[in-house]
């Protein structure tokens, strides 16, 4: 059974970092990306990155790219998301997904190619 478990969320002022980890079990990372997705209080769901250990490539949506970072740890079978420089618009639910085997993308925009999602962890960003 494919679960996705969610950790690190919190309260976190303007300008700090906070690390969140994704616990992933009943599949491998050999043959799904993952990512991660996030959805502000009342808005809809926006993709934040894309990891896929299996060819080293990570992608990023451009609200992010050059302060969060996106990384799998095959042996841990863990995904996590470092978030530097966080901002008050960065406040949302994270949510840990991964791709459908075989699925490949450098940008998800609907989520469409995700089958199976985490819970979430609420980050807030305010002073």
């Known amino acids: 059974e494919v679960q996705l478990v969610e950790s690190g969320g919190g309260l976190v002022q303007p300008g700090g970092s906070l690390r969140l980890s994704c616990a992933a079990s009943g599949f491998t990372f050999t043959h799904s990306g993952m990512n991660w997705v996030r959805q502000a209080p009342g808005k809809g769901l926006e993709w934040v990155c894309s990891d896929y250990n299996y060819n080293k490539n990570t992608y990023y949506a451009d609200s992010v790219k050059g302060r969060f970072t996106c990384s799998t740890d095959r042996a841990k079978n863990t995904l996590d998301l470092q978030m530097n420089s966080l901002k008050s618009e960065d406040t949302a639910v994270y949510y840990c997904?991964?791709?459908?085997?075989?699925?490949?993308?450098?940008?998800?925009?609907?989520?469409?190619?995700?089958?199976?999602w985490g819970k979430g962890t609420l980050v807030t960003v305010s002073s």
């Open positions: 997904a991964k791709d459908v085997p075989g699925y490949y993308s450098d940008y998800q925009p609907t989520g469409s190619g995700m089958d199976y």
